[in-house]
């Protein structure tokens, strides 16, 4: 049955995405909104509900473990896996704004994160949390990312070329990216109950299970959609999903997450917590090397490269 979950799972998150990504290009289209904020907003949302969910259940059964390690693993894989993988299929070029604002941002998420994590060790604790205050503070901060993509929404130079591009009636993209969003969250949690059966099953530990295997399994969505993305070469979508996610990860869920339950941070998780700075840092200077303000198929490979010594490093560490 564990199997069969993740068989179906893996269906249902391909086709969401593919539904996902049409519906929102169109939107995008339709309305005169930039791919870039599409991918920001309503892709990235949408992709982050599986980390949503899980982290919420996660949190509410005092399984902080998985609710932390599952948000560190997802970001960590959604810029070495999802990026790399995407960019090995299709170079991504991505846009000025994003280069110098969302991919900073998503950076700052990271940080953030790592000083209210690190606040008590630094007190001399030998562990942390975040504590509700911490979730405010950043759930503040995603208030400011809002506000922000609002913005650039009504900035016509955040505007790419769309070409060759179906454009659907308001109310089939809406009905695209509802379906698309539905499929998304029902493969992804199929995949993640499936996953974590078998992991059970061979008496992996649970810190391992939330930064590996739920946290590629709540990431499926973001792969499923920055690949299909790259393949209908919308590289703005490709590169905003994943931007896009990790902020939402970082300052939404993990904000409600903690404001619903404190999160005790522990010292092995400080692999995690470097790999997701060191990834996002590697993001940024990818975009000055190479071709600038394109992430090249060799990069794509560094990443993936990466994103197998981060795997490696968890099961020895």
């Known amino acids: ?5 993740l068989i179906v799972g893996f269906v249902l998150v391909i086709k969401g995405a593919d539904f996902l990504v049409d519906g929102g290009s169109s939107l995008a289209k339709k309305l005169h909104i930039s791919d870039l904020v599409v991918g920001l907003t309503v892709v990235a949302f949408g992709t982050s509900l599986p980390e949503l969910s899980v982290n919420i259940t996660a949190s509410m059964n005092g399984s902080s473990e998985i609710a932390i390690t599952n948000i560190l693993g997802s970001n960590t894989a959604n810029i070495l896996l999802i990026l790399g993988i995407s960019a090995i299929v299709f170079p ?46 950043l759930l503040a901060f995603f208030v400011i990312f809002i506000y922000y993509t609002a913005g650039i929404a009504q900035d016509t130079s955040t505007m790419t070329e769309q070409v060759n591009k179906n454009i659907y009636s308001l109310k089939k993209s809406a009905t695209l990216i509802t379906t698309g969003l539905i499929l998304l969250v029902f493969g992804g949690n199929w995949i993640v109950s499936g996953a974590i059966d078998i992991a059970h099953y061979f008496n992996i530990s649970e810190s391992v299970i939330g930064a590996t295997i739920v946290a590629v399994g709540t990431s499926i969505p973001e792969l499923a959609t920055s690949v299909v993305a790259a393949f209908k070469k919308n590289p703005e979508i490709a590169v905003g999903n994943v931007v896009g996610s990790n902020i939402f990860n970082i300052f939404f869920i993990l904000g409600i997450s903690s404001v619903i339950k404190p999160l005790p941070i522990h010292s092995s998780d400080i692999l995690h917590f470097a790999a997701v700075i060191i990834a996002s840092m590697f993001l940024f200077i990818f975009m000055f090397t190479g071709k600038r303000k394109i992430i090249d198929r060799w990069e794509g490979w560094l990443l993936l490269s990466g994103y197998v010594i981060y795997i490696f490093l968890i099961l020895i560490i």
Do not use: N
């Not at 991505?94 to 008590?120: N, R, W």
């Open 1 to 5: 049955m564990s199997v069969l979950l």
């Open 92 to 137: 991504l070029t991505v846009t000025h704004g994003t280069v110098y604002k969302e991919i900073p941002f998503s950076l700052l998420a990271a940080l953030v994160l790592a000083v209210m994590a690190g606040d008590k060790i630094i007190d001399g604790k030998i562990t942390s949390e975040l504590s509700r205050i911490d979730g405010l503070i």
